[in-house]
């Protein structure tokens, strides 16, 4: 009894993964797709104003020219793919959420927005065209484990022109 209590509340190693699926599990992906889209909380995203202002310098960073290929990963139900896809960027969003693809997919087409979604894993995609500009929005980066952080960049680099850029909110614009 003692040592099963113990184990209970034993302190896990950092960054140990669970063995079940996270973020597309039924119940975790509701709560998630109900924080995002809850204009007063900032744990899933974050609030209208940051999210404009965060829109309008990653616009400045890397301006819409024509065709600007813009692969947002991470993307959650696509309040930025939105945001990026009304100022003319061609957006890709990818999320490992199928709740919150399906949802963005919806609401893409009652805007009349031409956005691609994707449930993929941003650790092992291997889509098939490389972009101008990639984001990932809202510190994910962090969540990381450095194994993860070190297959994330690779996987980044190899879906990215040369040249091109890529902004991990909120660390700094990473140029190759
Ligand atoms: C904190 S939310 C941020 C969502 C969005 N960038 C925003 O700021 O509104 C993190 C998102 O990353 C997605 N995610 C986490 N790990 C992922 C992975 N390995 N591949 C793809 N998406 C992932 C989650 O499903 C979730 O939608």
């Known amino acids: ?29 509701k709560q998630m797709l109900k924080a995002h889209l809850d204009p007063d909380f ?18 400045r960073l890397v301006p ?3 065709q600007t290929q813009l ?3 991470g993307c959650g139900p696509g309040i930025y793919a939105e945001k990026f896809a009304a100022l003319g960027y061609e957006v890709t969003g990818v999320d490992y959420s199928r709740r919150s693809i399906a949802y ?8 009349q927005l031409n956005i691609t979604y994707l449930f993929d894993n941003y650790l092992e995609m291997a ?3 490389q972009f101008d500009f990639i984001t990932l929005i809202y510190c994910d980066y962090g969540a990381l484990n450095p194994e993860e ?8 680099l190899a879906h990215l022109k040369p040249g091109a850029n ?9 140029s190759f």
Request: positive net charge; hydrophobic residues 40%.
């Open 104 to 111: 963005a997919r919806d609401s893409a087409s009652k805007q």
């Open 64 to 66: 819409p020219e024509k």
């Open 166 to 174: 890529f902004c991990s909110m909120y660390l700094r614009l990473h």
């Open 149 to 156: 952080r070190k297959l994330l960049l690779k996987n980044v």
């Open 1 to 29: 009894m003692y040592q099963e209590l113990r184990k209970a509340i034993e302190r896990p190693p950092l960054y140990k993964k669970m063995a079940e699926a996270f973020w597309d599990d039924a119940y975790i992906s």
């Open 127 to 129: 889509l098939p065209q």
């Open 42 to 59: 900032e744990g899933a995203s974050r609030k209208v104003d940051f999210i404009d202002e965060s829109v309008r310098w990653i616009s």
């Open 71 to 73: 692969l947002d990963i």
